[in-house]
């Protein structure tokens, strides 16, 4: 069953309970007032009795009957029977039994009536007994009716409550439906559609908010998904193109030793750079989708960094150096982003310095700035930003001063972004200068 039919349920039902023990308890109060009334009557009409009888020599005398006696009573006075009224044999015979005893009431369930003795005492002595009796079904019938009509109320307003829930919860969970439909609709075909009710100040907004929200993260992570195929596609395309044909080419006809070392040399260093370009949007993605958290000393990430390029410098006879800050600087990204954001800067220095790379820090009011310096033929202004596209190099690249896909600045620019840093090119007049910004910790 849907929430809607379990709450209309429970909402009758809570309201039939109601109404049952309502009505069984307003039955029973009436049932036990007519009985206290019944009682009260002929208790009146047997004193009113009384109140007439006069002491003879011989017993009572019943005298004239009251207004208030008015009805069916009998007087019995030593034995005799001084006043009866036309009743059943039954009733009569009930009421004769009744003389000579205490105060009580009998109720003839056949007869419909109720009686009441009292003994007559004048002057202390008891001279007789008067019996009144009182019909009962006056007050029986009055009893049916209102059972009657209390059902019969009872189920009007248990109809009156069934419609009402059902029209009520209706109306509340018409726009819940709505926004469910239109929640899957989005989902399959709109992932920018919203709800936008504003400020949550009820259930149904807060609803709307939490599936806003809810539709925000499912966007985004969409997005993500979708950018990271389409950046692993282009990121591989070179690389990946690069290691068919050399392997095609090393296939076409038989080599030397020499030759296949050279061709698997160039297989093998692009592979290389297809594990690093996986490794460093994989760490981007994870950045991107809170992820990769922590804090690392800055230095430390530098010298890292200077060290996984030790080996690409010693190659080219660079040297590399680390400036150690004059205090302690954190930023605020693990230690593996850090470096995986440097090192595509500091090997692209290498490749394009002459003699030496310089990696220093400069601190900042929210961003610290890894500054990478090498002493080769620089960025041309036109190119800032243009080199940090991937696939594209620089105007040094295309005249031989060094190699390469064109992939690690657009790498290092993706994951400092992630992080939300940056890379940049600086201006410089002596060579190639790169400043690497990570959130301060």
């Known amino acids: 069953m849907s929430i809607r039919t379990r709450l209309f349920l429970a909402a009758v039902g809570a309201v039939a309970v109601a109404v049952v023990a309502m009505t069984a308890g307003f039955n029973l109060l009436l049932a036990r007032s007519l009985s206290h009334n019944a009682s009260d009557l002929a208790r009146t009409r047997a004193t009113a009795q009384l109140a007439v009888l006069r002491p003879t020599a011989h017993g009572l005398e019943a005298g004239d009957a009251p207004d208030e006696a008015a009805g069916d009573f009998w007087v019995f006075s030593r034995g005799k029977t001084l006043r009866a009224p036309q009743a059943p044999q039954a009733v009569d015979q009930a009421a004769r039994n009744l003389a000579g005893g205490g105060r009580r009431f009998l109720d003839l369930d056949n ?15 008891r001279l007789g007994t008067v019996v009144a009796g009182v019909s009962l079904a006056p007050y029986e019938q009055t009893r049916r009716t209102a059972l009657l009509g209390s059902l019969a109320l009872a189920l009007l307003l248990l109809l009156v409550v069934a419609l009402a829930a059902r029209w009520v919860l209706a109306a509340a969970f018409r726009p819940v439906e709505r926004m469910t439909r239109e929640a899957a609709d989005w989902s399959e075909h709109r992932l920018d559609r919203r709800f936008e009710l504003g400020e949550p100040h009820d259930e149904l907004t807060r609803l709307a908010a939490t599936l806003d929200s809810l539709l925000n993260r499912i966007g985004a992570s969409l997005r993500r998904e979708q950018r990271f195929s389409a950046e692993l596609s282009h990121e591989l395309r070179t690389p990946v193109a690069r290691i068919v044909a050399e392997a095609d080419l090393a296939l076409r006809r038989e080599r030397s030793g020499p030759e296949y070392r ?18 460093a949007l994989v760490a981007a993605a994870q950045q991107e989708a809170g992820l990769a958290q922590g804090t690392t000393d800055a230095y430390e990430a530098a010298a890292k960094a200077a060290e996984l390029c030790e080996p690409a410098a010693a190659e080219r006879g660079v040297t590399l150096e680390v400036e150690r800050p004059g205090k302690p600087l954190h930023v605020g ?81 993706r994951l400092a972004r992630a992080a939300s840093g940056d890379v940049e090119a600086l201006p410089s007049q002596n060579g190639g200068r790169f400043a690497v910004r990570l959130p301060k910790a």
């Open 333 to 413: 990204v693990d230690r593996e982003l850090a470096v995986r954001t440097l090192q595509p800067v500091v090997e692209n220095a290498i490749r394009y310095g002459r003699g030496c790379v310089r990696l220093s820090l400069d601190p900042g009011s929210k961003l610290v700035a890894f500054i990478v310096e090498d002493d080769g033929p620089g960025v041309e202004a036109s190119e800032r930003e243009r080199i940090f596209d991937p696939g594209l190099r620089g105007t040094a690249a295309r005249n031989g001063a060094g190699d390469g896909a064109g992939l690690g600045l657009s790498l290092a620019r």
């Open 111 to 125: 007869a419909d009536v109720r009686l009441y003795a009292t003994p007559a005492v004048i002057e202390g002595r």
């Open 262 to 279: 050279a061709a698997l040399e160039v297989v093998l260093r692009n592979a290389r750079e297809v594990a690093s370009t996986m490794e």
